[in-house]
């Protein structure tokens, strides 16, 4: 006979309770199973074996006491060889605890052969059926979800492998550009360093620090106040800490320059020219990371102070020149109040020695002589302001006063050259910032380049006007007007360059703030 799916396999060594189990199977008309029964483990197990189908019982009735084996011992085997058939085992005597330890082994239930039924029967296995079978529905259930989850994993881990491959890639391409960048910025000349400007830290630099200033960037790192102060020259110190303010302002498109005084590792002072633009901005668009290229201009600096000493120098020069060319107009100036002094002394001195004299005439005659004798000492304090070599110092001016100087000066030139001037100053004219010697230096050049340029003109038609006035409540402008030929269009560039001269007239406007 072969078994089928309405088969329950009967493995009891007792053919007494074989014939018992098998009539109480019969008891229903409709003979829902039919039983198939083996005396021994070993039989069994060889029909299970010789099946064709993996499932060719219900169910499987196993006795635990049977002649070749003993106890659980039978329950395991079965389960290995058949473990998707349901299995109930069936005890001698009321032992629910051998009963349980087979359930743990893989049996759906457990029955006291002492107390066995029909309807119990039926129900047992109908129950180890139904519980096998959902047993089998979960672990495929499970299987298939395990399957799911296994493939889900093994994609996501396909896909975290390539993130990490496409991750890698981008570090080992970002780490070669960060080297890549190191040595073009290691091979510039410039220093270049990286601010954060809100932690005031340095975030990088290249090697030019450590060439240019002695310093390394841990050295440097923190751009505190007191690291400031220490680092940057006092007279450059507010513009600089100005430009850190400013840097949180800077627009994309924008360059902020600065050139300050940065104190070298071995104590001396370097001028740096520094150039900030914007790196990176927060997610918000304000400015976290400022680029920044700083150069060594220390020489340039120093060739430009040369450069003002020498042009000092070249002004003191000249200024001494030309009071040399203006040596017989001076002495005239001086002549006439040192003359005047004289005499009006040698008067006082005749009355005083005549005892005819009386304090009415003596007075004045001594008031004049001390008028005199200040007018002398104004000329000669005249002279050496505009002579006086000293550096430049801007202080607030009186320009009219200054040109009033100037004329002053030059009054016996202007007469010998029969020059009529003509002065327009107002007295409201404001006070300018500027350095009053410099000033009189320009003015005496104009004037005096005014008398050449009308030497071939007529007498008549030699008017020098001098004219200051206010334009637009902000600067102050003086006019030196001759009637003289003018300047040449193809000179017009040349009139600020060192040493081009040539003889025209200037009618220059100078424009002060």
Request: glycine share 4%; aromatic share 4%.
């Amino acid at each position: 006979m072969v078994p089928s799916s309405h088969d329950i396999l009967l493995i009891e060594d007792s053919e007494a309770d074989r014939v018992l189990i098998g009539a109480m199977l019969a008891e229903r008309p409709d003979n829902e199973w039919r039983v198939v029964a083996r005396g021994t483990l070993a039989e069994g197990l060889g029909l299970l074996r010789s099946s064709d189908s993996t499932s060719p019982f219900a169910a499987v009735l196993l006795d635990l006491s049977l002649p070749d084996s003993h106890g659980l011992q039978a329950c395991d085997s079965v389960r290995q060889l058949a473990p998707w058939l349901p299995m109930v085992v069936l005890t001698g005597h009321d032992n629910d605890e051998t009963g349980l330890e087979a359930v743990h082994l893989g049996a759906q239930d457990y029955l006291c052969k002492n107390s066995l039924s029909g309807d119990l029967l039926r129900k047992s296995l109908r129950y180890a059926i139904e519980r096998k079978s959902l047993e089998l529905e979960w672990r495929d259930e499970l299987e298939q979800r395990v399957r799911e989850r296994t493939a889900e994993l093994s994609t996501a881990n396909e896909g975290l492998q390539r993130e990490i491959a496409d991750r890698r890639r981008v570090e080992d391409a970002l780490e070669e550009s960060r080297r890549f960048v190191e040595r073009i910025t290691d091979a510039t000349p410039s220093m270049v360093y990286i601010r954060d400007v809100v932690t005031r830290r340095l975030v990088y630099a290249n090697q030019q620090l450590r060439t240019l200033l002695g310093y390394e960037l841990d050295d440097v790192r923190d751009w505190t106040d007191e690291f400031l102060t220490a680092t940057i020259h006092p007279d450059d110190l507010p513009h600089a800490k100005q430009a850190m303010a400013d840097s949180i302002t800077i627009r994309d498109d924008e360059i902020h320059e600065l050139d300050a005084r940065f104190r070298h590792a071995d104590g001396s002072w370097r001028w740096l020219h520094f150039r900030t633009v914007i790196f990176r901005r927060t997610p918000e668009g304000t400015p976290r990371l400022v680029l920044v290229a700083a150069n060594d201009v220390t020489d340039r600096k120093e060739a430009e102070e040369h450069a003002r000493q020498q042009q000092e120098q070249l002004v003191c020069v000249s200024r001494q020149t030309m009071l040399g060319e203006l040596a017989t107009g001076i002495a005239h100036e001086l002549n006439q109040p040192l003359t005047a002094v004289a005499n009006y002394a040698q008067a006082a001195l005749r009355r005083v020695r005549s005892n005819e004299w009386s304090p009415e005439e003596l007075v004045p005659c001594l008031e004049k002589t001390s008028q005199q004798a200040l007018l002398a000492g104004e000329i000669i304090k005249r002279l050496r302001r505009l002579v006086t070599r000293r550096p430049p110092e801007q202080t607030a001016t009186d320009l009219n006063d200054t040109i009033r100087d100037v004329l002053e000066m030059v009054r016996t030139e202007a007469a010998g050259r029969e020059v009529h001037v003509r002065l327009e100053l107002p007295d409201e004219l404001p006070r300018v910032r500027a350095d009053r010697i410099q000033l009189q230096q320009v003015m005496l050049n104009l004037v005096r380049n005014s008398f050449e340029a009308m030497h071939d003109i007529p007498a008549e038609e030699r008017r020098l006007s001098v004219e200051s006035r206010v334009i637009d409540h902000e600067c102050v402008a003086v006019s030196v007007i001759d009637q003289g030929k003018g300047c040449e269009a193809q000179n017009l560039n040349r009139l600020f360059e060192p040493f081009f001269t040539t003889s025209f007239s200037p009618r220059i406007c100078a424009m002060l703030d």
